[in-house]
């Protein structure tokens, strides 16, 4: 019993991982904290959910579409938005961050209406058991898929010209401007890798949960947990962190009930703020 | 020029205070209500600006006060009988204790990590108070009705209200004179130079957030008494965060006025179009809030001081210093 909760809490990990890596990512290059990862992994969520209704494609195949999708929308709005006051103070970027949040939930409220929608695929309760331990297929892929798309962004930061330009940028600003790097578009691609992440994350969870135009506010505040948790500045932060909320989560709502689920997130959050401010994995300034 | 802008000032001061008493007789309980409304955002962003403007802690978190004065008043009211006379002000200082108790280890953390924390606590002090018994969890609570006419208790709420925003206003006012206000004023500045020069600043920005605790928890106690009943993701919800900062940085960050101003503005801005869209009205909302921060970052007080021109040049050369 025990290990059922820790295993369905490790799965669900996986999926908040997925969902912190491209808030991580963002904050740690560019000091912005983006309010709005909700709400593009809930566009990503639509994404997935238009694309099975209307033309049946399966989820695990619109998640590359969602994913594009996704990173087209986040490279423009960095491009031609938030460039234009990412040297203010962090109350502006916060702000910013939050008016793109209201726009993009109401826009979808409004074109979507408030239903609560589900992705039904005909595997989706498909199942097998090891021991004790009952696995559902589509949560073991969504957690593999989440850790797949960590290597990835771990291959792109560090194995390419790209990745260099992005870490050189979230070194120092002037720096790299000054050996030739395109700050502006750099930023872009950055953030539009972040909410091209979210798009992954929102696809996997159209599969595995209910989805509506207000589910973003929630998620965002999970992902911040999961950063804080895990640490900025290294890759492996958010699935650490990832990890630790999903079964720490999976064990508090078992000990204490569900409605505890976001007293104990939200307490974890706090705590570790306090007590280890740079998180598990972080690198100490 | 400086003179021109404290000119602007005191007139804008003179219209809003004249205004301000006479609206409640000229006008219906709709109006009056609208008004109220107004005066409550005006004081939780008046009260963010001391934490969030004057000391540059960025609380993600205030609305934690208004829903800790708001069930610190439903609770002592219905469970313990307590009278509003007294339920109100406890409502201010059980805000402003939970601050200090807050503060002390929140207000370590700088920058991102404080915005983040205090929303965290925001956030858990909302799940806790749903699974509360005495605070009668997510099913809400309900408090004592008024022994007065409609009319009389609109007229009641509002003048409550505008008391709680002037006490808020002078008393930052006064704050400002005196060492606190030097203080806190050089620790958004420059938190080492400050420590360096001697001042305190825990026990100064442990103060800026219970002084902002106090006056969002009276805020509290109004709305709750007004409203009648209450739950957790009305009164906790952080939407209203938000808006008390939106509306203190539309006004103007770290000025006196400029959230009073801002509320002012975002309110009927909100209530123009919730009028004439009923369903997108939010979604102009936030076109509204993205066009704001771009373009007047600084605020409306900037503008309207007097010490750079306005026109589209005011407004491309506030792009040009942040872009990258």
Redesign the interface.
């Known amino acids: 019993m025990l290990l059922q909760i820790i295993v369905n809490g490790i799965l669900k990990g996986g999926l908040y991982a997925l969902m912190a890596l491209g808030m991580s990512l963002i904050w740690g290059v560019m000091d912005i904290i983006n309010i709005a990862h909700g709400a593009f992994i809930m566009l990503g969520a639509y994404c997935t959910y238009w694309l099975f209704n209307l033309w049946g494609v399966d989820p695990f195949i619109s998640l590359f579409l969602s994913i594009i999708f996704m990173f087209i929308i986040g490279y423009g709005i960095q491009r031609y938005l938030i460039n234009l006051v990412i040297r203010a103070t962090i109350f502006i970027t916060l702000i910013l961050a939050f008016g793109i949040e209201i726009f993009i939930n109401n826009l979808a409220l409004v074109m979507w209406t408030a239903d609560v929608r589900k992705v039904q695929v005909p595997y989706g309760a498909s199942n097998f058991s090891i021991g004790c331990v009952t696995i559902p297929y589509v949560r073991l892929g969504a957690f593999f898929i989440a850790l797949v798309i960590a290597l990835v962004f771990y291959f792109v930061l560090n194995k390419t010209r790209t990745g260099r330009s992005i870490r050189a940028t979230a070194q120092d600003l002037d720096a790299a401007r000054l050996v030739g790097v395109d700050v502006a578009k750099t930023y872009a691609l950055t953030f539009g890798m972040g909410v091209g992440a979210a798009g992954a994350a929102g696809t996997l969870w159209a599969v595995l949960f209910p989805i509506n135009p207000m589910m973003g506010g929630i998620l965002t505040l999970k992902s911040f947990v999961v950063v804080i948790i895990g640490g900025l500045g290294t890759m492996f932060g958010p699935i650490i962190g990832g990890l630790t909320l999903g079964v720490a989560e999976a064990l508090g709502s078992n000990w204490f009930g569900t409605t505890y689920e976001n007293f104990i997130s939200f307490t974890i959050l706090v705590l570790v703020l306090i007590f280890l401010p740079k998180g598990i994995l972080g690198k100490s300034e | 020029m400086a003179q021109r802008g404290a000119t602007t000032k005191k007139l804008i001061l003179g219209i809003l205070i004249i205004a301000g008493i006479a609206i409640p007789f000229f006008s219906g309980n709709f109006i009056i209500r609208f008004f109220t409304n107004t005066l409550m955002f005006a004081v939780l962003a008046s009260a963010w600006n001391i934490i969030?403007g004057y000391t540059g802690y960025?609380s993600?978190g205030n609305v934690v006060f208004l829903g800790i004065g708001a069930y610190v008043s439903a609770v002592l009211m219905e469970k313990g009988g307590v009278p509003f006379w007294l339920a109100f002000p406890a409502s201010g200082f059980g805000a402003a204790i939970f601050a200090v108790l807050i503060g002390l280890?929140?207000l370590?953390?700088k920058?991102?990590?404080f915005?983040?924390?205090t929303?965290?606590?925001a956030?858990?002090m909302?799940?806790?108070v749903?699974?509360l018994e005495i605070t009668e969890g997510?099913s809400g609570i309900y408090l004592p009705m008024m022994n007065l006419s409609v009319k009389a208790q609109y007229i009641f709420f509002y003048f409550m209200m505008m008391g709680v925003l002037t006490l808020t206003l002078v008393v930052t006012y006064i704050m400002l004179k005196k060492k606190l206000g030097y203080g806190l004023i050089a620790i958004r500045e420059d938190e080492e130079a400050a420590n360096s020069l001697g001042v305190n600043a825990t026990l100064f920005k442990v103060t800026s957030f219970a002084l902002s605790g106090f006056f969002s928890g009276l805020a509290g106690s109004l709305y709750a008494f007004q409203q009648g009943f209450i739950k957790p993701e009305s009164v906790f919800d952080?939407g209203v965060t938000?808006k008390m900062?939106?509306m203190a940085?539309f006004g103007g960050?770290g000025s006196l006025l400029g959230p009073l101003l801002g509320a002012l503005s975002i309110e009927v801005i909100s209530e123009i179009l919730t009028n004439y869209f009923l369903?997108?009205h939010?979604?102009f909302?936030?076109?509204?809030?993205?066009l704001a921060?771009?373009f007047t970052?600084k605020g409306i007080m900037d503008i309207i001081s007097g010490r750079k021109k306005f026109g589209i040049n005011y407004l491309l050369q506030n792009?040009r210093?942040?872009?990258?």
């Open positions: 969030g960025a993600f280890p929140v370590r953390l920058g991102h990590y915005a983040i924390a929303l965290g606590v956030e858990a909302k799940a806790l749903d699974n997510n952080v938000v900062i939106v940085v960050i369903v997108a939010t979604l909302f936030g076109a509204i809030v993205i921060i771009v970052p792009i210093d942040h872009r990258v």
